[in-house]
């Protein structure tokens, strides 16, 4: 998908005019070659770009403003190499209203132990710099990510490149723009909430659309358009018989194509990277999107069903944060539960919308009939998701503000073949054991609508709600029910005050 302006790091090195002029070069220096090691790692996804020490407060607010207005830096990583006395950082501090990751580290990794003297000691402050840096964050209530190591260790990078998939999921956000099809399924609470809230506080703005300017765009859709995408089924999926070129149903599948083509047509003049669509309201659509959306989806466009446009954008979010990872990312639903021998799991799916980029096989294209809906049979994507860790996220909205409630899982094959189910599936065992992830997860209030991804680690989640300023429940190997429920009403409180009237 299209990104004008490639988004970037920069990386700020703090010191002051004291040490005099040969050390502030040794300084300049040793950042550039921090900078050029972590502009090269493949941990860290963005361009990492550095600017020359900053060593006065009207510096340092000049850069940082300019950070702020500028809609391509998608985060700030800062460090002290030598002492700079904190005070010089408030009003810049005060205008940055970016993603920050505090890096704490030195330029040598070992101490010179029979070779350290003054001069030294002098040129190498990050201990205590970054302790005073540090407090003047806290004290300023800054949000920020820690991160403390040598600069070249691939666990330092890890962790800065986990922050700047983060940062650029967030900045995302602040651009995301998702068409909503109709409205909410009817009666149904968890996806409502307050779109306008959510756009102050993330950014993303939800656009309601008539399924009726979705049927325009349909009945639009060009032949070559469609052709073109039949061809891409026949080419990545098992197409069922009935469906090839002479089959029984050949026509169904040429109007999933054209379903496809008419909803990228209209996501992509609308300037949307996220929809939203509900089967109760399809207007002139002769089937519910199936595979269309599960194509979207692995392209990278975030989804939810039955109106359901917090899911939406978090998917959009993490599609984006997890851009070049191995693995996948899906809207997903608990479905059904296995509550007997070989221990209790989920198996998620839904009606059809799950993203083939959680599947290992080649999916497999069938027609099936879809029981609620009323319309002509759709055509779908069919797989099942592979074995290995993942987490579960949703986006709720608890009245006033955004909660995320976050899951470890790991991913199983299942126990037998599903033969006769006709839908995307995955079967997870969530962490630390289903009885307690799932009463810890209805405690929080989260949504049976989720994104289930493979290919982020939960780290990725913790470093996004930060950004954002966000609850964050997280149930995971050491979740206990008193712990997490005592959590819940501090967080109440806590969100509460941190609110303001
Ligand atoms: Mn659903």
Known sequence: ???????????????????????????????????????????????????????????????????????????????????????????????????????????????????????????????HGDRELGFIETRMRVPRKTVVGHWAEPQVQRRIGIWARAAAGAREARRLRVARFGDNMRDVAVTEGDKLGAQIALGAQVNGYGTDALGVAVAEAERGEIDRIVAAYEQSYDVAEELRAGGARRDSLVEAA?????????????????????????????????????RLMADGYGFGAEGDWKTAVLLRVLKLMSAGLAGGTSFIEDYVYHLGPGGSRILGAHMLEVCPSIAAERPSCEIHPLAIGGREDPVRLVFTAPPGPAVVVCLIDVGGRLRLVANEVELEAPDEELVKLPVARALWRPKPDLATAAEAWLTAGGSHHSVLTTALELEAIRDLAEIWQLELVVIDERTTIPQLASELRWNRAYYQLARGL
């Not at 972590?38 to 403003?65: F, K």
């Not at 209209?266 to 999107?289: K, N, V, Y």
């Open 1 to 127: 998908m299209r990104d004008a302006e490639q988004p970037f790091i920069c990386f700020l090195t703090g010191s002051q005019h004291l040490y005099g002029e040969r050390t502030l070069q040794q300084v300049a220096e040793h950042s550039r070659r921090i900078v050029a090691a972590l502009d090269a790692s493949d941990a860290i996804p963005l361009p990492v770009v550095g600017r020359e020490p900053l060593t006065d407060s009207e510096a340092i607010r000049q850069a940082l403003t300019g950070l702020y207005a500028d809609d391509a830096c998608a985060g700030v990583i800062l460090w002290m190499h030598t002492f700079s006395p904190a005070r010089m950082w408030i009003g810049g501090l005060e205008a940055l209203r970016k993603p920050i990751l505090h890096l704490h580290t030195q330029f040598d990794r070992d101490l010179p132990w029979t070779e350290i003297d003054m001069d030294y000691m002098n040129l190498n402050q990050s201990a």
């Open 258 to 294: 054209r379903i496809e083509a008419g909803l990228r047509a209209f996501l992509e003049s609308h300037d949307a990277r996220a929809f939203t669509d509900t089967f109760e309201d399809l207007g002139a659509l002769r089937q519910l999107p199936g595979i269309a959306a599960q």
